[in-house]
Nanobody
Framework: VQLQASGGGLVQSGGSLRLSCVAS????????MGWFREAPGKEREFVAA????????YSADSVKGRFVVFRDNTKNMVFLRMDTLKPEDTAVYYC????????????????WGQGTQVTVSS
């Protein structure tokens, strides 16, 4: 299984980015696909995910109303649209895959991409 994330970069506060993740080696449509982030000195935290059973999106309270997660099962891809970015959103963002429905703990995600850096300047 391979997950390849891309789309990170440097953006000013209030700006937007779209992250992409392409997966291979798994039956993509059956997996929860999630986005997590890890800032320096902090633990990896859940950002958003889309349920493999029905495509329903879920997101952390800290990003609700600003970030949108969506998937394209025909292309084995998951996306994270990030708007109104804040300096506190600065982190390495990871995509991950899980067959543990109903859970968005990092411990339940078996497969991880390499991460893409998002830096938001004030």
């Amino acid at each position: 299984v391979q997950l390849q994330a891309s789309g990170g970069g440097l953006v000013q506060s209030g700006g937007s980015l779209r992250l992409s993740c392409v997966a291979s080696g798994l039956t993509f449509s059956r997996y929860n696909m999630g986005w997590f982030r890890e800032a320096p000195g902090k633990e990896r935290e859940f950002v958003a995910a889309t349920d493999g059973r029905n495509g329903m999106p879920y997101s952390a309270d800290s990003v609700k109303g600003r970030f949108v997660v969506f998937r394209d099962n025909t292309k084995n891809m998951v996306f994270l649209r990030m708007d109104t970015l804040k300096p506190e959103d600065t982190a390495v963002y990871y995509c991950a895959a899980s067959r543990t429905y109903g859970s968005y703990s990092p411990n339940d995600f078996a497969y991880w991409g390499q991460g893409t850096q998002v830096t938001v300047s004030s």
